[in-house]
């Protein structure tokens, strides 16, 4: 018995470190983002929010010490470079999970390629309207709220106000095309609800937008949504003012996501003589933006994430928030850590792609600055808020309408007046008076003006033809001109607004 004492302390000592690294599941993540930090999700951004995220997992009771994350970081340069990364990547050894990318035209490619593989694929990104579409997407999951869920918002106001038709106007820069894609959902929402919509498209980049012209396009539409750059929006606003537009019988909008902090501190103000003008004309203009709650914890993670970058050299562009992007792929680790533990115990591995994107899906779970659900589709409830010019002597802005995606439902805020989202009635353009007595006309005057009015009538029909075919002649032009362009992107994501 003595002799086979040392012998079994020996196997012991042999089995342990077995033991211990069976317990240890390594975790390959391919963080697929942009190193250039003009980007508010850059590779430098974000890596300080994911080394917090997986700090902040070991130091909870054990539940996600079992997991050894591995992170790799590579370029997207938001465009095709994405793809290739993830393919060179993959020739050696395939990721088991991949945050990323965020842009529209580099996410589409890896997603595909990546449901194909049967990875899964978290993005604080990829907004528009076609990632929806998870048969071809069937891997991927959102953890910021997209523009469909955006867009919501607006279906719900057209609801209560009684709206019936809506302009949008966009910007569209044929790059990251995000005013485009924005504007996309909204069309998407709206169309499905008996709203009349009209859209019109700006390349402020090819030509000098007159403002002018594209107030003259809106007189008979109640609603105005937009999303262009501030210097547009506030040209715009402006020609409706010079127009008397701004007294109440138009409601005007303008989407701004992800820099809402620029509002309420002088937006509309340039230092020129149109100053007062355009503060007159922003206090009718209504701002959507996202609904950021904050924690005490969020406080901590904020400050870490502002040192990390402080040490990096890199200047964070907005010294109070931290962007919505740097929060969502902080939450994304969680929730992936959350679904492969699970997947683990219920006899499963990291290998069932599929299993573990499901288990992601329809469920609510506490994110670093508040709770997050992402619905049955994969895709995150969105809370929204509506931003309104409160104070007409300073100018500035405040929420007066919080919107809340789960439920659909409204919080009227203590600044919120309804007057200012009804629409008043339009007055009637005076037209002139032909009422006068007549003095009895003879048959050939009948007869004439009866000519005339035939005449007058086979001018306008030869005319319309002549424009309707003009126009068509132009259309094909363009679609033969950007065909090929519009093949590349547009259908890359199940795009369906017309930009016609």
């Known amino acids: 018995m003595i002799c086979v004492l040392p012998y079994l302390l020996y196997v012991l000592l042999i089995m342990l470190p077995v033991n211990e690294s069976a317990s240890t599941e390594d975790i390959d993540v391919l963080i697929i983002l942009p190193k250039n930090n ?104 959102r953890v910021v709220p997209s ?37 996309e959902g909204v069309h998407n929402i709206l169309k499905t609800e008996n709203v009349h919509i009209d859209a019109l498209n700006i390349h402020s980049k090819d030509n000098k937008v007159d403002s002018d012209e594209i107030i003259k396009l809106i007189y008979d539409s109640e609603v105005i949504i937009m999303c262009a750059g ?46 007062m003008d355009a503060k007159q004309a922003y206090a009718t203009l209504n701002t959507v933006t996202l609904l950021r709650t904050v924690k005490p914890e969020f406080e901590d993670f904020s400050m870490e994430v502002k040192k990390s970058l402080q040490k990096a050299g890199i200047r964070h562009c907005d010294s109070d ?14 929730l992936y850590a959350m679904a492969v533990v699970e997947v683990t115990q219920n006899g499963s591995n990291k290998t069932d792609g599929a299993r573990i994107t499901q288990r992601m899906w329809n469920r609510t779970f506490e994110g670093i600055a508040g709770p997050v659900s992402i619905d049955a589709n994969g895709d995150r409830y969105g809370d929204f808020s509506v931003m309104a010019m409160v104070d007409h002597e300073t100018g500035t802005y405040e929420d007066v309408i919080n919107y809340f995606g789960i439920n659909g439902s409204f919080q009227m805020l203590p600044r919120f007046n309804n007057d200012r989202f009804t629409l008043r009635a339009r007055h009637q353009m005076s037209m002139p008076d032909y009422s006068t007595k007549s003095c009895g006309l003879g048959v050939s ?49 199940q795009s369906s607004f017309s930009t016609a």
């Not at 465009?79 to 965020?102: N, T, W, Y």
């Open 147 to 183: 523009y469909l869920k955006m867009a919501e918002t607006f279906s719900a106001m057209f609801h209560r106000f009684n709206w019936k038709n809506a302009f949008l106007i966009y910007e569209d820069d044929m790059d990251q095309r995000n005013c485009y894609f924005t504007l």
């Open 321 to 334: 928030n931290i962007n919505v992007f740097v929060e969502g792929f902080h939450d994304a680790l969680l």
């Open 38 to 141: 003009s980007y508010h999700f850059s590779i430098s951004m974000v890596a300080p929010a994911i080394d917090y995220a997986q700090k902040k997992m070991k130091s909870v009771n054990g539940l996600y010490s079992g997991l050894n994350f591995n992170f790799h970081y590579e370029n997207s340069n938001c465009g095709d470079e994405a793809l290739f990364r993830l393919v060179d990547r993959s020739c050696q050894k395939k990721p088991d999970l991949i945050l990323g990318p965020v842009c529209e035209y580099a996410a589409a490619p890896v997603a595909r390629m990546a449901s194909h593989w049967n990875i899964p694929v978290i993005s604080a990104g990829a907004l528009a309207s076609g990632f929806s579409y998870k048969k071809e997407y069937s891997h991927l999951t």
């Open 445 to 493: 005057a009948v007869t004439g003006i009866t000519f005339g009015a035939l005449l007058g009538a086979a001018l306008l029909m030869a005319f319309y033809f002549f424009r309707k075919n003009y126009r068509i002649t132009i259309e094909r032009r363009t679609s033969r001109d950007i065909g090929k362009h519009r093949q590349l992107r547009e259908d890359s994501i």
């Open 230 to 275: 501030a210097d547009i929006i506030r040209d715009i606003m402006l020609a409706a003012h010079r127009r008397r537009l701004t007294n109440g019988s138009y409601i005007f909008f303008n989407i701004e996501l992800f820099n809402s902090s620029s509002y309420g501190n002088g937006s509309w103000k340039r230092g020129d003589k149109f100053d």
